[in-house]
């Protein structure tokens, strides 16, 4: 019999709080409106604590996929540039550089798009469907691969043929990627798999650096280390898909292709203006004709910011389905959507700086105990770069989620590809300007200026559009 009590069937003090959380909180989630039955608390808040262990599995395997990521550079290049030295790890990391540009060819717009095309879909989506978008994503990626590896590797042998076997091995790498299919894992939010592979893939790189890099004319064990272990995870992720989602890879038509590669234009016109100002500035400063030395202290720093950025990627993929689910009932940009998307920004922005310091406090204690921090060459300039392009870290949380998620969202990725040019423009000329006399923290400087410069243009649309 229920209790006169409240409306939840509870008379204590615990009842009544229980209550006004079902109300407030888990109902808006569920649709329900009204409470009559304890039996519908119960079942409320039983799929409430369901949903907070899924979400939990997948921030933490998404943070073990992205911080295998990043440890495989933070553990192997400073070991590369110890035992090759300067000008030998310059190679390195201008051949990677250079992978890096076909990565992002292979990337296109498919990690938002397939995200987003398998989130429309609602909550428990028609199998058959996202297998049609993964066979339809797969088969594109590999055509894109295809005509950039050649492209890439043709020049690599006209210009400079000493570095042809680097550069084949670091493209390995973005074909690992290809079929890895991360978005796919994330649109689904069923991450453990994936974790597990990418975490044994990346120590078995890590291992066969530490176990066979002796020498300078070792070098080309670590891109050969590091692809090899990008493909082995490539193909298990193919593996699991297939026996462990049940998704059957259906060959798709020349107009799905045709029709999939044109309509993702913009977004990847955006990934290409995001490499101006991320990815660019090693290659620049090698063009810019700056030593070996200046080249390598800064390949090293951003190394570093990367992999803090990886580490910071989790949050912001746990983040995206749900933001996309926010903007459903949302047609354009608007201060309205600026409050609401803040309230998925500023828990990202705390958390990004509680592990800043926890990160920075741990460094200061240990960078004279540990061989690989005190034996580290020009420590002392790579510390420098690393705090002055700690900034972009926490601007980039900001840009991802208002500009990559909600305006490619909301159909402006247009506007969002003309932002992402400005910036890189902006990176690239400050950096220009500034490497020439200031060397390396030149480039520093202008990788965090454009990531201000974004993220002004992006705010800017939210105001224009609700006037």
Not at 47 to 59: E, K, M, T, Y
Not at 77 to 91: D, W
Not at 117 to 140: C, M, Q, T
Request: charged fraction near 15%; charge should be positive; hydrophobic fraction near 55%.
């Amino acid at each position: 019999m229920r209790s006169s009590g409240n409306a939840c069937g509870f008379d204590t003090a615990f009842g009544r709080i229980a209550c006004f959380y079902v109300r407030s909180i888990f109902l808006p989630v569920s649709g329900i409106r009204h409470v009559d039955d304890v039996s519908i608390v119960s079942v409320t808040i039983e799929a409430s604590g369901v949903r907070q262990r899924r979400d939990a599995l997948n921030l933490m395997a998404l943070a073990l996929i992205q911080g295998s990521n990043a440890l495989v550079p933070l553990l192997i290049f400073p070991i590369a540039l110890l035992r090759v030295g300067a000008e030998g790890f310059a190679q390195i990391v201008f051949a990677e550089a250079v992978s890096v540009m076909a990565l992002i060819v292979c990337i296109y717009s498919y990690e938002i798009q397939g995200v987003i095309k398998v989130a429309r879909f609602g909550e428990e989506p028609n199998a058959e469907r996202i297998a049609g978008v993964y066979s339809e994503i797969l088969f594109s990626r590999l055509i894109l691969f295809g005509v950039c590896a050649v492209a890439l590797l043709t020049v690599c042998l006209v210009v400079n043929p000493e570095m042809l076997l680097m550069l084949a091995s670091f493209m390995l790498v973005p074909l690992g990627y290809v079929l890895q299919s991360t978005w796919l894992y994330q649109a689904t939010e069923k991450n453990a798999p994936l974790s597990i592979v990418c975490v044994l893939t990346r120590a078995a790189s890590v291992l066969i650096v530490y176990l066979f890099l002796r020498e300078q004319s070792d070098a080309l064990i670590v891109p050969l280390a590091i692809g090899s272990g990008a493909v082995a995870c490539g193909i298990l992720s193919m593996l699991y898909i297939r026996f462990g989602m049940g998704l059957k890879i259906c060959k798709p038509t020349r107009s799905e292709l045709a029709n999939s590669i044109r309509g993702g234009r913009a977004i990847f016109a955006g990934n290409i203006f995001v490499a101006m100002y991320r990815d660019s500035y090693v290659l620049l400063l090698g063009a810019l004709g700056m030593s070996g030395v200046v080249v390598s202290t800064y390949a090293m720093a951003e190394k570093l910011v990367k992999c803090i950025q990886a580490m910071v990627r989790p949050i912001n993929q746990l983040f995206f389905p749900k933001t996309l689910r926010t903007l459903v009932d949302v047609r354009q940009p608007n201060v309205l959507v600026l409050t609401r998307v803040w309230g998925l920004v500023w828990p990202q922005m705390l958390i990004v700086f509680s592990g800043a310091l926890a990160g920075l406090f741990i460094y200061w204690v240990y960078r004279d105990h540990v061989s690989i921090l005190s034996d580290m060459p020009n420590r002392a300039q790579i510390e420098t770069l690393v705090v002055t392009m700690l900034a972009a870290v926490f601007i980039g949380v900001a840009n991802f989620m208002y500009g990559a998620v909600t305006l490619n969202a909301l159909h402006e990725e247009y506007y969002f590809s003309r932002s992402l040019l400005i910036a890189g423009v902006a990176g690239i000329t400050a950096c220009v300007s500034l490497a020439p006399s200031l060397g390396s923290l030149g480039a520093a400087i202008a990788f965090v200026l454009s990531e201000c410069v974004l993220l002004a243009q992006v705010l800017l649309r939210f105001g224009w559009s609700s006037r």
